[in-house]
């Protein structure tokens, strides 16, 4: 219905039912469509964030994406368990069980020809050399029944199709990202963000910030600012509310990589400070937040990532020492204002 209003250039407002719901007493449908019609001649109808039609094709894309993804990561693990409970043991001595070397023997183990242990020597590659007993330790005693491989081989097939697919939607997407380019350079200009980051956030939010009026509002809409429950005095749940089920992840991830980077320890600071006081996990939040404010501030302005606080973390070393020898006569200062003697 949208689809189709929005091609006649109809303006169409999809509110949340949270912010419209009637009154009391008037349940009914011809009650409730009355007083949605009063609220809206008045402006007190919030439209919902409805990207334009290109970002929502794009946003489709790339959470089909998402979706094989975790399909593939649960094909990889279903592969693996199937050697386990065939008594083979060998994702504890790989540290890929889906490399060169694995995979051989993975193959090996799951054809027609009888055990060899030298063949399977024979098919380990580099550094795997040196753990030849190890291998052949995880590999003793298993026995696979014909069921079994036919099993491994349509869960094999299975993985393959998919990463098939994967490969077919990222040409698609990378065909209809092309007039974003500019808007994905800008945004990898920050800490942790990837092409396929960037393509995830703009599939999401799209790259014109005047929809969400405020970065606050954006935060919020992604849900990741915490709650405001309070009623009588009393603070109840903080908790941050479960929007955002696709941005959200994907700013977590970046915010985990971003705090891990030594080049750039801009985002680190910040997290090991939070994190002595609120945790580890709400640290991982605010810092998530904290890179969707700056997406924010980049895509409205054009501006390459560079925080007005930036010079405090990467300052020289002589300006360090400098700034302490004058916090330390501050701080003289202060006691000797205070009746005090320092010597």
Request: charged residues 30%; contains cysteine; proline residues 3%.
């Amino acid at each position: 219905m949208f689809n189709i209003l929005e091609k006649r250039g109809i303006r169409v407002v999809i509110a949340n039912p949270k912010w419209v719901k009637a009154v009391k007493g008037n349940k009914d449908d011809t009650k409730d469509s009355k007083w949605i019609g009063d609220l809206f001649r008045i402006g007190l109808v919030k439209s919902s964030f409805i990207p334009a039609k290109d970002i929502r094709i794009l946003r489709e894309l790339t959470r089909y994406r998402y979706k094989l993804t975790l399909m593939k990561s649960s094909e990889k693990n279903r592969f693996q368990n199937a050697f386990t409970v065939c008594n083979v043991a060998l994702d504890s001595v790989v540290s890929d069980m889906f490399g060169k070397s694995a995979t051989a023997i993975t193959d090996y183990l799951t054809s027609d020809e009888d055990f060899d242990p030298q063949h399977c020597i024979s098919l380990l590659q580099r550094s795997l050399k040196k753990k030849v007993d190890d291998v052949l330790a995880s590999i003793e005693g298993y026995e696979i029944t014909p069921e079994q491989k036919y099993r491994i081989g349509i869960v094999r097939d299975h993985l393959h199709y998919i990463e098939k697919l994967i490969e077919q939607v990222d040409i698609c997407i990378n065909a209809m990202v092309e007039k974003y380019d500019g808007a994905i350079s800008l945004l990898c200009t920050i800490p942790g963000i990837d092409r396929s980051s960037a393509i995830t956030v703009i599939s999401e939010i799209g790259v014109d910030m005047a929809q969400f009026g405020s970065s606050k509002r954006l935060c919020c809409w992604a849900g990741l600012t915490p709650g405001n429950n309070e009623s009588a005095g009393k603070k109840k749940s903080v908790r941050i509310s479960r929007a955002g089920v696709y941005l959200k992840p994907a700013l977590v991830q970046v915010a985990h990589a971003t705090v891990k980077d030594k080049l750039n320890p801009y985002y680190a600071l910040k997290y090991e400070r939070i994190a002595k006081r609120r945790g580890k996990k709400r640290a991982i939040i605010a810092i998530a937040r904290m890179i969707l404010t700056a997406i924010f501030s980049m895509l409205s302005t054009g501006e390459i990532w560079k925080p007005v606080d930036l010079f405090k973390v990467d300052m020289p070393k002589h300006l360090k020492e400098q700034q302490l020898q004058k916090a330390v006569k501050q701080a003289v200062r202060f006691l000797e204002a205070q009746g005090l003697k320092v010597s």
